[in-house]
């Protein structure tokens, strides 16, 4: 008897999950599929639909076998045909991955590739047309409708898990992917196992696992039957991401996509049981997915930003894999910090919660200069020395981030207790012939770093000396030169002002200060500098400048800018500068409604201060936060609803996310993930005015609210329970009223509401 590869198809061994397990009282085993010769759980479907080919005698040995396929269905044919003697043509969409590719041409296959946005339909109904049209060239085994695909998994991995496994499955958890596996395995388990519940893992719309399917997303197989399915869970691309790299630390498996969507599924299931076993399939390998993101040994974060000093929006790759570094340009402590000011502060506080949603941990640091003009000039009118004039502002500022909701940075260095490096620093440059030093101030030399002004994109030749620099021109060798450190005034001299070095009683310029305490606490060249237009010349430049020449290297990956906020007037006060967070909240403007106002716009778009910009950022924030409180209390009621169907609100709530994720990732684009979120609250509301919220719905949905809020931090939740059964009847009583379209009666109720401290909001409710 002759023996080839295609005797050893089947029979793939079942192991136990062990660390993985939630429930010590059910047995998970999985059935390792990869462990097919052709590396995948299709390699059973492959062989099924040639012998019935064959039997048929439609294929014949004139004809070329052709297949639409994602990768792993054809790898199984490959290996088929390559042992009969068969010619192959696979189409497939050119975004499979590499791996695939390859063991497909290394097996004799030819390959189709159709265009990536068109996915598996493409590839589909190329094979359709290329079979229709050259009928006496070609055999399309066809698995989307082909019943030998669902006929493997009844004749093969249904009878060897039920021999595999100590007793029957409570539960059999499969991906979907073309329908096969989970359709064979139903039918077996029906008729063998009756009370075995059949669970399908099937990604989201959206989604971006390779090798599965949503059935609403490109054509429906006409071999999947969704009634066989006892339940259907929809699981979120990172889960399963998440879930395969766990199964390869915790369980020693190696897995793809499609087996830690599975796998996540499992979990999930495994908790709803008390006792039982339950098997999970893994259809294939992890080598297969090895040019993909899965197993990134540098964690990627998706995220791209615009850089100032190329001036282009890019790909953002972290310095290092396991810490993402950004300094802000912190403030200078001699006054209350207005309104506009804090906008480089929320915008970096988006970055970094954006980035900590992302499981990356963030090195943040905020230097804070309490030692300049302008505080030792502050000091000097108070009548006190720079320590006690700066301390209430510091303090102030500190209030002020925790009001706007901004999330503390790992360090908040003060310029005066670094004087000591930024003397080492200077140091560094003299000896590097980088600065010089005329009449006891020290200066850098601009000349001698060939980049100056890339940053900025300044032409040195153009740089408006006394305007745009600091002007000694009877001192500096080059009056575009800038300070390193300045000698004090006599009069400063007097009052103690000044740092002693060896160059005399001196104070650093604002760019050694920054540069100093950048490169201390993060090292160069770090992962972002932030901070806003108006610093990039000269501040932004210098400080560019001044690591280049002590490193060698650049400062920062990428710099961030955000444009300046202009203001209308319109609030009483002269200028911006008049307005602070306490001067608006006396003017009735909360807190809550600053940080959605200073979020609201994207941060390389200028910003307008007015009244008309805070109420309409108060009533959309208003919005949002009156249907959290309408699910709060849809959440603690008991009302009956009428059944949505099986996973829609977890795909609404998967479609907010990734809305809002995807325009995040792509340079924080804050008004398209908003606008996704106020799409998905408009959506809520005409599901609550319908009575489509279940309990269970409006908890699923805060718990999406308020994951999202993670990042935006503008939300309210926890509201105060108005659901008193009086309510209760005054509401229900208004409604009908409002159907009936007795104005009257409804605006009585209305006013009986607002006498009780009800607030009544009627949601506009559109028709079918």
């Keep these: 008897m002759t023996v080839t590869i295609l005797d050893a198809v089947g029979n793939t061994p079942v192991v136990e999950i062990q660390q993985m397990n939630p429930n010590p009282g059910v047995r998970m085993f999985a059935k390792l599929e990869y462990m097919n010769p052709g590396g995948s759980i299709k390699d059973r479907a492959a062989l099924y639909m040639i012998q019935a080919g064959e039997a048929s005698g439609r294929l014949t040995k004139d004809k070329t076998v052709i297949e639409a396929t994602s990768g792993n269905t054809g790898i199984g044919l490959a290996m088929v045909c390559a042992v009969k003697g068969f010619r192959l043509a696979l189409t497939m969409a050119e975004n499979a991955s590499e791996e695939r590719k390859r063991i497909l041409k290394a097996r004799g296959a030819k390959i189709i590739l159709t265009p990536k946005h068109l996915g598996s339909d493409g590839a589909i109904e190329e094979a359709y047309r290329l079979a229709r049209e050259n009928p006496e060239k070609y055999f399309i085994t066809d698995q989307y409708n082909n019943p030998a695909n669902w006929q493997a998994h009844y004749h093969t991995t249904g009878p060897e898990i039920m021999a595999q496994v100590p007793e029957k499955p409570a539960s059999v958890v499969a991906s979907v992917g073309t329908s096969g596996t989970l359709m064979g395995l139903s039918r077996y388990f029906r008729e ?106 540098q964690q990627k974060v998706p995220l791209h930003l615009f850089d100032t000093r190329s001036g282009k929006k890019q790909p953002f790759k972290p310095v290092k894999p396991d810490t993402i570094s950004i300094y802000t340009c912190g403030p200078t402590v001699y006054q209350r910090l207005d309104p506009g000011s804090f906008r480089r502060y929320v915008f970096t506080d988006l970055l970094v919660r954006y980035l900590a949603f992302h499981k990356v ?70 000896d590097k012939g980088y600065a010089y030093e005329k009449l006891h101030s020290v200066y850098f030399d601009i000349s001698k770093v060939a980049e100056y002004g890339h940053l900025s994109k300044m032409d040195i030749q153009k740089i408006r000396v006394g305007a745009t620099v600091d002007l000694d021109e009877y001192e500096k060798q080059n009056p575009r030169d800038f300070t390193l450190f300045k000698r004090v005034r006599l009069s400063e001299l007097r009052r103690g002002i000044g740092v002693k070095t060896e160059w005399g009683q001196v104070r650093p310029s604002l760019h050694l200060q920054c540069a100093t305490l950048s490169m201390l606490f993060l090292g160069v060249p770090f992962d972002i500098h932030a901070g806003s237009r108006e610093l990039v010349f000269p501040h932004h430049e210098n400080e560019r400048a001044i690591a280049r020449a002590a490193q060698d290297r650049e400062l920062a990956h990428v710099w961030l800018h955000c444009d300046p906020v202009q203001y209308d007037g319109s609030l009483g006060a002269a200028s911006i500068h008049d307005l602070t967070l306490d001067t608006l909240a006396d003017l009735g403007w909360d807190d809550g409604t600053i940080r959605f106002w200073l979020l609201s716009g994207h941060y390389r778009r200028g910003l307008m201060l007015s009244e008309r910009s805070l109420t309409d950022a108060r009533a959309t924030l208003n919005r949002i936060n009156r249907c959290i409180a309408l699910l709060e209390q849809l959440r603690s009621g008991g009302d009956q609803v009428k059944d949505l169907p099986p996973g829609e609100i977890d795909q609404l709530m998967y479609d907010i996310r990734q809305g809002i994720l995807t325009a995040l990732a792509d340079d924080l684009k804050v008004s398209a993930a908003l606008a996704a979120l106020l799409a998905g609250i408009k959506t809520i509301n005409t599901l609550i005015s319908r009575h489509r919220i279940s309990n269970r719905d409006a908890d699923l949905i805060l718990s999406g609210l308020q994951e999202m809020d993670r990042i935006f931090q503008v939300c309210e939740f926890n509201h105060q329970p108005i659901c008193s059964q009086q309510v209760k009847d005054l509401l229900r009583q208004r409604q009908a009223a409002r159907e009936n379209k007795d104005w009257a009666t409804a605006d009585q109720l209305r006013g009986q509401l607002v006498a009780m401290g009800i607030s009544v909001h009627d949601q506009k409710v559109e028709t079918d």
């Design 192 to 297: 063998h196992s009756p009370k075995t519940r059949m669970v399908c893992a099937e990604p989201f719309l959206g989604h971006g696992i390779q090798g599965l399917k949503n059935m609403k997303e490109s054509y429906t197989p006409e071999i999947y039957d969704k009634t066989r399915l006892d339940k259907i869970l929809n699981i979120d691309d990172a889960l399963a991401f998440d879930t395969a790299r766990q199964l390869a630390v915790k369980e020693g498996l190696f897995v793809g996509m499609s087996a830690g969507a599975a796998m996540a599924a499992a979990i999930q299931e495994a908790q709803t049981l008390e006792k039982g076993v339950v098997v999970v399939i893994f259809p294939d390998s992890g080598e297969r997915y090895l040019s993909t993101s899965l197993f990134s040994v």
């Design 361 to 430: 941990d963030v090195n943040h640091v905020i230097n804070i200069t309490d030692y300049d003009d302008r505080t030792i000039d502050g000091a000097n009118r108070a009548g006190q020395d720079v320590v006690e004039f700066t301390r209430p502002y510091i303090q102030a500022f500190h209030q002020d981030l925790q009001r706007l909701k901004i999330r503390p940075a790992q360090a908040f260095p003060r310029v005066s207790a670094h004087f000591n490096d930024m003397a080492d620093l200077t140091r560094k440059l003299l």
